[in-house]
């Protein structure tokens, strides 16, 4: 009977409930703002050893990768022309090996800045989309036939932009 009792009273102690008179409640607000925002990254177009006479053009691709902010209005993605303000790589010095980028595989349709920039279409993602990643977009290189280069290594830096 003792022990019955010890029981009941640690049973009581414990699945004690307090009891409430009132209650009151308030609205709690939780919220946030999703801004627009992209990051842009880039592959190099590396045209690899170039012939000055070989009989054919020298074609080389890179790509650009664009991740933004789903529901952005518009975008567009613009290549500059570097310091020099024309496509020409150097070696350095004063040589120079002049090229065009374009925004298409026949590479009619050159890639430039402002107005002459692309529309990456469907290029806004945002997580859980189908690629959160971003769009990966080919850049189209060409050095043409003939061009009178001498012998060296030839480069130039030039700026992917995303303007949203």
């Known amino acids: ?3 019955t009792i010890k029981f009941l009273a640690v049973v009581l102690v414990f699945s004690a409930v307090p009891v ?3 209650t009151e409640q308030a609205d709690l607000l939780v919220e946030a703002v999703v801004v627009a925002n992209c990051s842009i990254s880039t592959t190099g177009v590396d045209f690899g050893n170039y012939d000055p006479i070989a009989t054919v053009a020298d074609d080389a691709t890179g790509t650009i990768t664009v991740a933004c902010t789903r529901g952005i209005p518009s975008l567009s993605l613009e290549i500059d022309n ?3 303000g024309v496509r020409e790589m150097t070696d350095g010095g004063t040589e120079v090996l002049p090229y065009q980028l374009y925004s298409d595989a026949g590479r009619t349709t050159v890639w430039g800045t402002g107005a002459a920039g692309i529309d990456p279409s469907n290029v806004a993602y945002g997580p859980g989309a189908v690629n959160p990643a971003g769009k990966t ?3 189209y290189g060409r050095i043409a036939v003939g061009q009178d280069a001498a012998v060296g290594n030839y480069s130039q830096l030039l ?3 995303v303007n949203f």
Do not use: D, E
Request: a positive charge.
């Open 1 to 3: 009977m003792k022990s």
């Open 20 to 22: 409430f008179a009132q």
């Open 82 to 84: 570097g310091v020099s």
């Open 137 to 139: 977009i080919t850049v």
């Open 159 to 161: 700026q992917a932009i």
